[in-house]
């Protein structure tokens, strides 16, 4: 099995390949849970889908903007052309935020070097540069002393581009995360959850410290140490609702509405 988003990680294999322990303890919880059956549309090709939809009405809530997790941490794909361009077009607009392109002058580099470093360095930047002077992924910024945001995005929204657009052009794996997806060796089929507690730990994420769908983790004192702003319960909502854009831009709007109809069906609508 492989999980589908990291497909395109610049480590390849060792990042995509799910482990023989891993999915074996994938197939059993898909066999145990409650699944939907349906397709996901995946980069234009149509992919049959065992979805555990009942872990789509978890409470969830992306306050990005007070959130001291650096989930940007390295960079998750070889970026796409259609995003290389981008940033070359708003060039300053990317050093500004994220000051990389500032950073790699002072190394020596000439513009000429570091403009085609973003054309065709997998992660943007002189290899040499990445988990060494520059840490995090190669398009994170901080706006401030606590956050971590995404300069695609963020520029993005300066030019006032709608939400599918700004969809377009960061890497999936980005706008559907934590949402896992593995999928068979040959795409034939891909089963879909959430991080979860001990329940489903053949994933890549760490349950237990994502705020953003860990309501317990965010009311404990411990979290609320270093984090007293933000994450309020009241704005926590059903998975499915927050990331409603966001699926059906992404895996298509049948599947979003199957996902629907059998919360529905099985009364765990919100
Ligand atoms: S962990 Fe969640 S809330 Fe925090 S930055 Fe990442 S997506 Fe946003
Ligand atoms: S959201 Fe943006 S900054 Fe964060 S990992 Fe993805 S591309 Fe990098």
Redesign the pocket.
Known sequence: MKYLLFLNHPKGEKVFKVTKAKERLARKYFKQIDTLETSINFEGREIPATVDFNIFTKLSNFDCFNCQDP??GD??VVFSDKTRDFLLENFEKYDNKTKIPSILENFGLSSKEITESIKNDPGLIPEEFLENEIDM????YKPDNCST?????GIALEKNMTFEQIIGL??L??SLWPLEILSEDDLSRVFITLPDDFTNNFITEDYYNIACINLDFTSSPFFRRSNPVGFEEKNYVPFYLAYKDTIIFTLGENFYNDIVKKIQEVGRDA
């Open positions: 989930c940007c960079n998750p992924c190669s398009c994170s945001l995404c300069s695609i995005h960061k890497p794996v980005c």
